[in-house]
């Protein structure tokens, strides 16, 4: 392809609160461009973008999906995505591959929690950034009030560029800031909206003359000698106004507000043509720093269509509706259908068989994907989201993106017995595609545990597991990793002896049991004298107390930090053996676990909140009530505050729930495992009882 046809393309993702319309928006550009030819609907589950029957199911936007459509004389490549916090994976993934970040703001509730969120991933990833603010046709919609809520929020460089013409169900057109002038949308026979121009209704006219004043005054900034003008009081040219617009969204000096409805079809025809004049195309974007491999530093990639090829992965999928699939987006060179492709990033070379293009579900084979193009190959083998894919003989690498770490964790294990095999392979198949989920097996509980970005993240996955791998899967909370302890120091006999006919058992230990630091583990001394023990036994006697540890004397929980000290027993020159003395080992540990004032230890995690200002004494609240201590806090700019805490375990497996509902998901938090303390009496009696109950229940 040539550079003409390059600078043609515009990549961009639709993003913003789950529900603001990022769906509907895509499915107005996609008809009125003639791509397809009747306005899907989400609630008839018919739309381009949400085609799996997990969104259409629950009517949100799970995976991100690719359309691309024609305007005009461009060539728009989409990625809408989720707009959930528990599916954030792919926002993120989609924000770091493309130029420009459309952010679809509610017009009747304005910026919300994920609102604020794909600002600061936008911010992060250095993008353009536009808002359209959508559903202006709805009850209570209020554009004034959406883009002020939009500059409050993200500062005055958010200026409209568009007012709205009529309200609510009267809503029916837009006034261009720009030309100065009004387009009215009207229906017209073929489903489309008939476009009439005309000049701007008498009401809005001051308000239209005193927002684009606002608009001349940001993007003269832009340009020393149009500022100059600007100062000396002289009236721009439309071609300066135009051309410092472009340079200051590229450089990211002003975020102009448009608006519309998206299924009334109102002001999405004046959004494409703003996107065809306005966003970057993929060739004037700043050069990227990359890792050169061959070099071992950074260099920076030009963004040419002449140089190497090189792509990034921002989504790998296994997927019955539309087969195995990597997609990247090419940011130099160009790749041909069946030709080879190196992946740097885990040093392997790939067949590459047909390239598609994809339009939701729908793929269609193209011979060759250049800078600024999505493509979509049958998945190349170890690929994973986040590879770099290059020409070998120019190998470098993208920069990783990184992901926030989950947040809640569940316990699964597979309904039926034989599955066991199954569920691994699925499980490993799902945290290839999603590096938001992280799959271990916890070693003090057995369990497989799996970790993800919230409830409905896992619900996700398990009905992935189910329908696309054929693995029930039970889930439930994880058990807590309790220990068990000992507070005094005691000497204990254990005596293990079977001499009644034939060949006996014969062993016999005097071992003392002390308390050891937290943390210690476990320590074995060997304090015997003279053979009493013959040398060869001694170490059977520490095998048996470690074996008996594993199952503590109060509720079967492991037990750490003791210092077992052997220093008396005796043998038999005939009877005696490694295994007798294991037995009389671990006989000693019962005993003198349960004189040495046994405890139960459960883990405490630190625990780091961050949460707008307002919300820190419910914060603190909930952490008391759950068992836990304040560390400390602190300021962490933008109005937010950073508690820290250590809490226990047990009280900890809901806290994504429960911290997004005090702070309406505008909190985050980390935790991590610190130490083990001793658990309240109280509770500790109820471990105690329930590891009875369940002893009784399996004998
Ligand atoms: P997304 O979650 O941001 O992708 O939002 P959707 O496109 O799925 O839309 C969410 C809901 O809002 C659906 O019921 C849409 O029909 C509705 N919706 C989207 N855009 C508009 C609009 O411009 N006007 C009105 N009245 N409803 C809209």
Request: proline share 4%; net charge negative; aromatic share 8%.
């Given at each position: 392809m040539?550079?003409?046809?390059?600078?043609?393309v515009r990549?961009?993702?639709?993003?913003?609160?789950g529900d603001?319309?990022?769906?509907?928006?895509a499915?107005?550009?996609?008809f009125?461009?003639?791509?397809?030819?009747?306005?899907?609907?989400i609630?008839q589950?018919?739309?381009v973008?949400?085609?799996?029957?997990k969104?259409?199911?629950r009517?949100i936007?799970?995976n991100s999906?690719?359309?691309?459509?024609?305007?005009?004389?461009?060539?728009?490549?989409?990625?809408d995505?989720?707009?959930?916090?528990?599916?954030i994976?792919d926002?993120?993934?989609s924000?770091?591959v493309v130029?420009?970040?459309?952010?679809?703001v509610?017009g009747?509730?304005?910026?919300e929690?994920?609102t604020e969120?794909?600002?600061?991933?936008s911010?992060?990833f250095?993008l353009?950034?536009?808002?359209?603010?959508n559903?202006l046709?709805r009850?209570r919609a209020?554009?004034n009030?959406a883009?002020?809520m939009?500059k409050e929020?993200f500062?005055?460089n958010?200026v409209?560029?568009?007012?709205p013409?009529g309200?609510?169900?009267?809503?029916?057109?837009?006034?261009?800031l720009?030309?100065?002038k009004?387009?009215?949308?009207?229906p017209g026979k073929?489903?489309?909206?008939q476009?009439e121009e005309?000049d701007i209704?008498?009401d809005?006219?001051?308000t239209?003359?005193?927002?684009?004043q606002?608009?001349?005054?940001?993007?003269?900034?832009f340009?020393?000698?149009?500022?100059?003008?600007?100062?000396?009081?002289e009236e721009?040219?439309?071609?300066?106004?135009?051309?410092?617009?472009?340079g200051?969204i590229?450089?990211?000096?002003?975020?102009?507000?448009?608006c519309?409805?998206?299924?009334?079809?109102?002001g999405?025809?004046?959004f494409?043509d703003?996107i065809?004049n306005?966003f970057?195309?993929?060739l004037?974007?700043?050069?990227?720093?990359?890792n050169?491999?061959k070099?071992g530093?950074?260099?920076?990639?030009k963004?040419?269509?002449?140089?190497?090829?090189?792509?990034l992965?921002?989504?790998?999928?296994?997927?019955?509706?539309v087969?195995n699939?990597?997609?990247?987006?090419?940011?130099?060179?160009?790749?041909d259908?069946?030709?080879?492709?190196?992946n740097s990033?885990?040093?392997?070379?790939?067949?590459?068989?047909?390239i598609y293009?994809?339009?939701?579900k729908e793929q269609?084979?193209?011979?060759k994907v250049?800078?600024?193009?999505?493509?979509?190959?049958?998945?190349l083998?170890?690929?994973?989201?986040g590879d770099?894919?290059?020409d070998?003989?120019?190998?470098i690498?993208?920069?990783?993106?990184?992901y926030p770490?989950?947040?809640?964790?569940?316990a699964?294990s597979p309904?039926?017995?034989g599955d066991?095999d199954?569920?691994?392979?699925?499980?490993?198949?799902?945290?290839?595609?999603?590096?938001?989920?992280?799959?271990?097996r916890d070693?003090?509980?057995g369990?497989?545990i799996?970790?993800?970005?919230?409830?409905?993240?896992?619900?996700?996955v398990?009905e992935?597991?189910e329908k696309?791998?054929?693995v029930?899967?039970e889930k439930?909370?994880?058990?807590v990793?309790y220990?068990e302890?000992i507070?005094?120091?005691?000497?204990?006999?254990?005596?293990?002896k079977?001499?009644s006919?034939?060949?006996?058992?014969?062993g016999?230990?005097?071992?003392?049991?002390e308390?050891?630091e937290?943390g210690?583990?476990?320590?074995f001394v060997?304090?015997?004298v003279?053979g009493?023990?013959?040398?060869?036994?001694?170490?059977?006697v520490?095998k048996?107390?470690?074996e008996a540890?594993?199952?503590?004397?109060l509720a079967?929980?492991?037990?750490?930090?003791i210092r077992?000290t052997?220093?008396?027993g005796?043998?038999?020159?005939?009877d005696?053996?490694e295994?007798a003395?294991?037995?009389a080992?671990?006989?000693?540990?019962?005993k003198g676990?349960?004189?040495?004032?046994?405890?139960i230890?459960?883990p405490?995690?630190?625990?780091?909140v961050?949460?707008p200002q307002?919300?820190m004494g419910?914060?603190?609240g909930?952490?008391?009530?759950?068992r836990g201590k304040?560390?400390?806090?602190?300021e962490?700019?933008?109005g937010?505050?950073?508690?820290k805490?250590?809490?226990p375990?047990?009280?900890m497996?809901?806290?994504s729930?429960?911290?997004?509902?005090?702070?309406?998901?505008r909190?985050?938090?980390?935790?991590r495992?610190?130490?083990?303390?001793?658990?309240?009496?109280?509770i500790?009696?109820?471990?105690?009882e329930?590891?009875?109950?369940?002893?009784?229940?399996?004998?």
């Amino acid at each position: 392809m040539t550079k003409k046809n390059v600078e043609k393309v515009r990549i961009f993702a639709l993003v913003g609160h789950g529900d603001a319309g990022k769906t509907s928006l895509a499915e107005a550009m996609l008809f009125d461009s003639n791509m397809t030819t009747r306005l899907g609907k989400i609630e008839q589950g018919n739309t381009v973008t949400d085609y799996d029957p997990k969104e259409v199911k629950r009517g949100i936007t799970i995976n991100s999906s690719l359309a691309y459509l024609d305007w005009k004389n461009s060539s728009f490549n989409i990625i809408d995505t989720p707009g959930y916090l528990d599916f954030i994976i792919d926002t993120r993934s989609s924000l770091r591959v493309v130029d420009c970040a459309v952010i679809v703001v509610c017009g009747v509730s304005g910026v919300e929690v994920q609102t604020e969120k794909v600002w600061e991933y936008s911010e992060e990833f250095q993008l353009p950034r536009v808002f359209f603010v959508n559903k202006l046709d709805r009850e209570r919609a209020d554009f004034n009030r959406a883009s002020e809520m939009i500059k409050e929020n993200f500062g005055q460089n958010a200026v409209p560029v568009q007012l709205p013409i009529g309200t609510e169900e009267n809503f029916q057109g837009i006034v261009d800031l720009l030309e100065m002038k009004a387009y009215y949308f009207q229906p017209g026979k073929d489903g489309k909206n008939q476009i009439e121009e005309r000049d701007i209704p008498e009401d809005l006219k001051d308000t239209a003359k005193i927002s684009r004043q606002k608009i001349v005054e940001v993007v003269a900034e832009f340009d020393d000698e149009v500022l100059m003008k600007y100062l000396d009081g002289e009236e721009l040219t439309k071609e300066e106004i135009l051309t410092c617009l472009k340079g200051a969204i590229v450089e990211q000096k002003i975020f102009p507000i448009l608006c519309g409805s998206a299924t009334k079809n109102i002001g999405i025809e004046s959004f494409l043509d703003f996107i065809t004049n306005y966003f970057p195309n993929p060739l004037e974007l700043p050069d990227i720093v990359v890792n050169d491999i061959k070099e071992g530093k950074e260099t920076k990639l030009k963004r040419d269509v002449d140089a190497p090829f090189s792509a990034l992965v921002f989504k790998t999928i296994a997927d019955p509706y539309v087969g195995n699939l990597t997609y990247f987006r090419v940011y130099s060179g160009e790749l041909d259908s069946d030709s080879q492709v190196y992946n740097s990033s885990q040093d392997i070379e790939n067949k590459v068989g047909k390239i598609y293009r994809m339009q939701g579900k729908e793929q269609s084979a193209i011979s060759k994907v250049t800078v600024g193009g999505i493509g979509a190959i049958a998945k190349l083998k170890k690929t994973n989201t986040g590879d770099t894919l290059c020409d070998k003989e120019h190998p470098i690498q993208f920069k990783r993106i990184e992901y926030p770490e989950p947040i809640m964790r569940i316990a699964i294990s597979p309904k039926s017995k034989g599955d066991e095999d199954k569920l691994s392979i699925a499980l490993n198949r799902i945290q290839e595609e999603d590096p938001t989920i992280q799959i271990h097996r916890d070693e003090d509980t057995g369990e497989t545990i799996i970790a993800g970005m919230g409830e409905s993240h896992l619900d996700v996955v398990m009905e992935v597991m189910e329908k696309k791998f054929g693995v029930e899967v039970e889930k439930s909370t994880p058990k807590v990793g309790y220990k068990e302890t000992i507070r005094k120091q005691v000497q204990a006999e254990g005596k293990y002896k079977k001499q009644s006919g034939g060949r006996g058992q014969y062993g016999h230990c005097f071992v003392e049991f002390e308390p050891m630091e937290r943390g210690k583990g476990f320590e074995f001394v060997d304090k015997i004298v003279g053979g009493v023990i013959p040398k060869q036994y001694r170490p059977a006697v520490e095998k048996g107390i470690v074996e008996a540890m594993r199952k503590g004397v109060l509720a079967g929980y492991p037990t750490i930090d003791i210092r077992a000290t052997l220093f008396d027993g005796s043998y038999h020159t005939v009877d005696s053996s490694e295994m007798a003395f294991k037995v009389a080992g671990s006989l000693a540990f019962k005993k003198g676990a349960a004189m040495a004032d046994p405890i139960i230890l459960e883990p405490i995690y630190n625990l780091e909140v961050v949460v707008p200002q307002e919300y820190m004494g419910d914060i603190i609240g909930d952490i008391n009530s759950k068992r836990g201590k304040i560390m400390g806090m602190d300021e962490s700019g933008k109005g937010k505050q950073t508690i820290k805490a250590q809490v226990p375990q047990a009280e900890m497996f809901r806290y994504s729930i429960d911290l997004r509902s005090i702070t309406q998901g505008r909190g985050a938090f980390t935790m991590r495992f610190s130490h083990y303390e001793e658990v309240p009496p109280q509770i500790a009696q109820e471990i105690i009882e329930k590891a009875k109950q369940e002893a009784e229940s399996e004998t």
